[in-house]
């Protein structure tokens, strides 16, 4: 027989301190279609992510930025500096709206994963604690990401500017 640790407390053993919060908010997303907001979602995007330990969701993100100043530069979109981000925004409002809903789905999806994987509902909460909670760590590989990033995405849209311009000529 598998292990039988209760979802909440399960969530509550993956979650860590902040549970309380978690659980309101995954509630009132629950009576409002999955939404319910998230501030540091919202404003620290990939770095709330990554403290969250929530990386293939950092790659998502990664790479919808990276594809972003390529798709500026492949179709010629020369916009003003405040229009000139309009995925960011969009991304920022959709993390913050639906931050805590994707964090609800990952914390499941662990906890299947670990369930299966685990014959002990010992080992099941050992690994939910060591697997869940928070990540400094995480935050500071984001940073350096986006560090990376930055250095090399600027002559990465010039290069494909550049071979859309002799294409085109």
């Given at each position: 027989m598998?292990?039988?640790i209760r979802d909440d407390a399960a969530l509550a053993v993956f979650v860590g301190a902040r549970y309380p919060y978690y659980k309101t908010s995954w509630a009132l997303a629950g009576a409002r279609g999955g939404m319910s907001w998230n501030w540091a979602a919202c404003l620290l995007g990939p770095f709330w992510m990554a403290y969250r330990r929530m990386y293939w969701q950092v790659g998502v993100y990664a790479l919808i930025v990276c594809a972003e100043p390529v798709l500026h530069a492949l179709f010629r979109l020369d916009m003003p500096l405040a229009?000139?981000?309009p995925?960011?925004?969009a991304l920022a409002l959709l993390l913050g709206m639906y931050g805590n809903e994707l964090?609800?789905?990952h914390a499941e999806a662990?906890?299947?994963r670990?369930?299966?994987y685990h014959w002990s509902p010992e080992l099941v909460n050992y690994s939910l604690a060591r697997c869940g909670r928070t990540s400094w760590p995480g935050v500071f590989a984001m940073g350096l990401l986006l560090a990376v990033m930055v250095v090399s995405l600027r002559p990465l849209a010039g290069l494909v500017a550049h071979s859309a311009g002799l294409a085109a000529g």
């Open positions: 598998k292990s039988s229009l000139s981000r995925m960011l925004y964090y609800r789905w662990t906890i299947r670990l369930r299966e």
